[in-house]
């Protein structure tokens, strides 16, 4: 955790934690590895407490509906603070801005799908591990499925790394950079 972390980002990655560890027990659990113990008291407070967090995030997003990229924000910031900054540099890369793109956060699959019902982007942009765990449904860490096209509800998905990850580790910028080319060829923009 660097000194730029707020309360409210540890907080977050702290509630991350507790839910990846709880899904890991989960998983242990339906293996048949059962050589650690923990009480039924805990494994429920493990998962309300997942549980919870998702109903105080709420479904928040903005932007043109009608709009050809999608994100999917696992912080939820935006286009605020540095990693916001820094994601509206990735955008003018992209010869694109803020207001001509849908970004959302990624607490609610279930909204995300009515959205892309309504109307269907042609990429959707998953911003980071929550993002790309919520739309690729999986638990296990984004790195395996980062910079590959994978599918939610017939929509393309680009899972990519978050700006604020970026800000810790520049030299990850190129991987991202790499990801939206093939976010941009896919959406039909000229890089």
Known sequence: ???KNTIQSVSLEFIRTIQDFSQYLSHQKRLGNTNFTLSKQGLERLNA????????????????ENA????????GSFFKGEAGGLLVKILHAMKLT???VFICNASDAGAIHNRIKKHP??????????????????????????GK?????????MPT?????????????RRVWEDMQEVMKRAGLSP
């Open 161 to 173: 790394l978050h700006p604020s990850v970026l800000l810790q580790q520049p030299g990850l910028k």
């Open 68 to 75: 050809a990229l999608f994100f999917v924000d696992s912080e």
């Open 149 to 157: 096209f994978h599918l939610f509800h017939g929509v393309p998905v």
């Open 121 to 146: 982007p042609k990429v959707l942009i998953a911003l980071g591990q929550g993002a790309s765990q919520l739309l690729l449904n999986i638990s296990s860490p984004e790195e395996p499925f980062r």
């Open 49 to 64: 407490l997942g549980k919870q967090r998702k109903k105080q995030i709420g479904f928040s997003c903005q932007g043109p």
């Open 98 to 100: 803020p207001d001509s």
């Open 1 to 3: 955790m660097g000194e």
